[in-house]
């Protein structure tokens, strides 16, 4: 019998979705365990256990890359469903240092909600024969080996154990897995966190698509150290605007309808204050705030116990604004799958695939990690480590040349999406436009 039999996602969220997607391909048995309801009506639904979900979530374009080889046919599924697909580069974008200019990318950007994206992950990992949702099941710990070496299963409530012989810990940003590590004995791992204190406070309306059609979505950015306000519309499934106000370094956007108001017009991207100013709510407002950064060094713990995995926000959760974290936790699933088709099928070979898993995660969240905590030290006054200075003032020189730069601009977006190597970025500016008076 071989020693791939049974596999244990650890939360149904995007990344435990995702992850049991590419398991499903290799094990006999596949169990998400995940605490809300999700299982019984898979539809579009806010749930307890991802607050996220009230808020944008744009895909970049490698992640979208990555889905729609996982799950063929995603992206005209939620263009059926009414998700808006645009070029990324088209979108009015307001950085403190002027607009972006309109470029044409290779870049697709189609916006929806969170819970529709969710829900149509998992109807199609459903139907999977090998895959099973146990939901409102929560997880308590993890179960090891006699010598403790090896993960062999987890711990729900109570004293009831479920057997595996791979565990994959996708619990989230606010997920237990240093407890569950330490409870059995191992190590807690070291944790890398720069918080630029950043909030996001979102309501949804109702818009026409007929007003104007060109318009799927429109950003004015944050920036450190003096720009703490910003916001983005986007347009999502059931022709409604999705509007988020930003705020940064303690800046927060009030969940009132009055101070909301008074914190959009206090913008400078007209299109944010347009949508709160004339179009129709449809709900409520919803804040999430301390949206810090957070990296757990899994990758540096020695030994690493056979039959476990740490990914997803679980692993890293990174600042929202940059979009990055749906697309790391699908190069993480894609890496999953690379190490345990290396590894071999016996017991050995699945516990070399973990440990060489969790090493090589930071591949997956450099480029990210740095973009962003680099910007968010700006907030910081005081000791900067010099790297960090340094890449903040080059991202600056950046965003002050792209107003006037489309090819830069272009390039600039290759890299954000993790389509392209910041190298790219090098190469000697090609001026065309003057600064623009978009939109
Ligand atoms: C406000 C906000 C905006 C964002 N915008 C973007 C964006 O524009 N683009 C982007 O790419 N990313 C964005 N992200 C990041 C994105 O939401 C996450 O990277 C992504 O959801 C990570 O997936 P995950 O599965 O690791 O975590 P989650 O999706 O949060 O799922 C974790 C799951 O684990 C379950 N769970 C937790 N503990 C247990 C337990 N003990 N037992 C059973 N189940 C458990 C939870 O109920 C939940 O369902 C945003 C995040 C936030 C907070």
Same mark, same amino acid.
């Given at each position: 019998m071989p020693d791939r039999r049974r596999a244990v996602v650890v939360g149904g969220g995007y990344a435990g979705l995702v992850t049991a997607r590419v398991l499903a391909d290799r094990f006999d048995e596949v169990t998400v365990i995940e605490r809300d309801s999700v299982a019984q009506s898979p539809n579009p639904a806010h749930r307890k256990g991802t607050p996220q979900s009230r808020h944008p979530h744009a895909l970049l374009a490698r992640g979208a890359r990555i889905l729609q080889e996982l799950f063929p046919g995603l992206r005209e599924e939620l263009s059926e469903a009414g998700a808006p697909l645009s070029d990324f580069g088209c979108f009015p974008m307001l950085y403190p240092t002027g607009w972006s200019p309109s470029v044409r990318t290779a870049l697709a950007l189609q916006t929806f909600s969170r819970p529709l994206l969710e829900a149509a992950l998992c109807r199609r990992v459903m139907a999977r024969p090998t895959v099973t949702v146990l939901d409102e099941t929560q997880v308590e710990g993890l179960v090891l080996d006699q010598r403790h070496r090896c993960v062999t299963g987890v711990r729900i409530s109570g004293h009831t154990v479920r057997s595996a012989d791979l565990v994959v810990i996708a619990t989230g940003r606010h997920g237990r897995a240093p407890t569950w590590l330490t409870d059995v004995g191992l190590p807690e791992p070291d944790i890398l966190g720069v918080d630029g204190k950043l909030s996001y406070t979102s309501r949804v309306y109702r818009r026409d698509p007929v007003a104007r059609p060109d318009l799927r979505a429109s950003v004015q950015a944050t920036?450190?150290?003096?720009?703490?306000?910003?916001?983005?519309?986007?347009?999502?499934?059931?022709?409604?605007?999705?509007?988020?106000?930003?705020?940064?370094?303690?800046?927060?956007?009030?969940?009132?309808?009055?101070?909301?108001?008074?914190? $959009?017009?206090? @913008? %400078?991207?007209?299109?944010?204050? *347009?949508?709160? /100013?004339?179009?129709?709510?449809?709900? +409520? &407002? !919803? =804040?999430?705030?301390?949206?810090?950064?957070?990296?757990?060094?899994?990758?540096?713990?020695?030994?690493?116990?056979?039959?476990?995995?740490?990914?997803?926000?679980?692993?890293?959760?990174?600042?929202?604004?940059?979009?990055?974290?749906?697309?790391?936790?699908?190069?993480?699933?894609?890496?999953?799958?690379?190490?345990?088709?290396?590894?071999?099928?016996?017991?050995?070979?699945?516990?070399?695939?973990?440990?060489?898993?969790?090493?090589?995660?930071?591949?997956?969240?450099?480029?990210?990690?740095?973009?962003?905590?680099?910007?968010?030290?700006?907030?910081?006054?005081?000791?900067?480590?010099? $790297?960090?200075? @340094? %890449?903040?003032?080059?991202?600056? *020189?950046?965003? /002050?040349?792209?107003?006037?730069?489309? +090819? &830069? !601009? =272009?390039?600039?977006?290759?890299?954000?999406?993790?389509?392209?190597?910041?190298?790219?970025?090098?190469?000697?500016?090609?001026?065309?436009?003057?600064?623009?008076?978009?939109?």
């Open positions: 920036l450190a150290p003096t720009a703490r306000r910003g916001g983005a519309v986007t347009a999502i499934e059931g022709d409604r605007w999705l509007v988020c106000l930003f705020g940064a370094d303690g800046e927060a956007a009030p969940t009132d309808p009055e101070g909301f108001g008074a914190y $959009a017009d206090s @913008l %400078a991207n007209p299109h944010v204050r *347009h949508v709160v /100013r004339e179009c129709e709510p449809l709900g +409520e &407002l !919803y =804040r999430y705030g301390g949206l810090g950064g957070r990296w757990h060094r899994y990758d540096r713990l020695r030994p690493w116990p056979g039959g476990l995995v740490v990914l997803g926000d679980a692993l890293c959760s990174l600042n929202p604004l940059y979009g990055h974290g749906m697309t790391v936790a699908a190069l993480q699933a894609q890496l999953l799958a690379r190490a345990l088709d290396a590894g071999g099928h016996d017991r050995r070979g699945l516990d070399r695939a973990c440990a060489a898993f969790q090493r090589r995660s930071p591949r997956t969240l450099l480029l990210p990690w740095y973009l962003s905590t680099s910007l968010d030290l700006g907030w910081r006054t005081g000791d900067v480590p010099l $790297a960090a200075d @340094l %890449a903040r003032r080059y991202l600056h *020189h950046l965003l /002050r040349r792209i107003p006037d730069d489309p +090819e &830069l !601009y =272009r390039r600039f977006l290759n890299v954000q999406h993790m389509v392209a190597t910041p190298l790219t970025l090098l190469a000697p500016p090609v001026r065309l436009r003057r600064r623009g008076a978009r939109p």
